[in-house]
Structures are given as structure tokens and as C-alpha cells.
């Protein structure tokens, strides 16, 4: 069975940080490119960061650029972000989605083939 599983979130005070991981179940990431969401109750889902199949391509949604930093490792078979000077609008259940792309193509937000089930941050004092 093909499966995408986050982990890593947690309650956090302001200004601190923590470390989601997106691990591959039954699959390779080896070709796909890696993306993670975010949805905070009664907002839509928006793109937080995204990395290529390569590794060599990254893109962050401006309200995290300079704070989040995505990365993979591809003999874990997982993929990484790490979230320093958190704010309580990063409150949201962050997800990480999956798509087969070529290395040339970059990443997107955009029809992804896999979703994991998400994993709930809170930045709260």
C-alpha cells in the first residue's frame, strides 16, 4: 500500500521551532517531487514549500520564507521541514503531498498524486 505519513508537530511557544518529517511508505521518493500544505480552520489549504525530484529546486510561500527550510534525504526515503521563529499564525495541520514530476519541471502545488493525513502544529504560549 502507497503511503505518505507526516510527523513532527506539536505545541510550540512563539519563536520557537520544530522539525516536520514526510516519509514514503510502500514507495520510492526517488521520482517524485515533495510539497507541503497547510490549512488553519476556515482558511484554505495554501502551499507552504516545495522541493524538486533532484533536490535542487526549492520554492517557500512568502509568510515562511527565511524561517522554513525544506530538504530531503533520499536514504531515508523522507523529506524534512524545518520551521524555526514560529508565529501563532503558523497554527495549522501541515500535510505533505507527493508528485511523480521530472527533475527539469521544478515542483508545484498542483495535482498531486499522494496525500498524507497531516500533522497539527500549534504555536501557542
Known amino acids: 500500500q502507497l503511503q505518505v505519513v507526516e510527523s513532527g508537530g506539536g505545541l510550540v511557544q512563539p519563536g520557537g521551532s520544530l522539525i516536520l518529517s514526510c516519509a514514503a511508505s510502500g514507495f520510492s521518493f526517488d521520482y517524485y517531487a515533495i510539497s507541503w500544505f497547510r490549512q488553519s480552520p476556515g482558511k484554505e489549504r495554501e502551499g507552504v514549500s516545495c522541493?524538486?525530484?533532484?533536490?535542487?529546486?526549492?520554492k517557500y510561500a512568502d509568510s515562511v520564507k527565511g524561517r522554513f527550510t525544506i530538504s530531503r534525504d533520499y536514504a531515508k526515503n523522507t523529506v524534512y521541514l524545518q520551521m524555526t521563529s514560529l508565529k501563532p499564525e503558523d497554527t495549522a495541520i501541515y500535510y505533505c503531498?507527493?508528485?511523480?514530476?521530472?527533475?527539469?519541471?521544478?515542483?508545484?502545488?498542483?495535482?498531486?498524486?499522494?496525500w498524507g493525513k497531516g500533522t497539527l502544529v500549534t504555536v501557542s504560549s
Open positions: 503531498a507527493t508528485k511523480r514530476i521530472p527533475p527539469y519541471r521544478g515542483c508545484n502545488y498542483d495535482a498531486m498524486d499522494y
Open positions: 522541493i524538486s525530484t533532484s533536490g535542487g529546486i526549492t
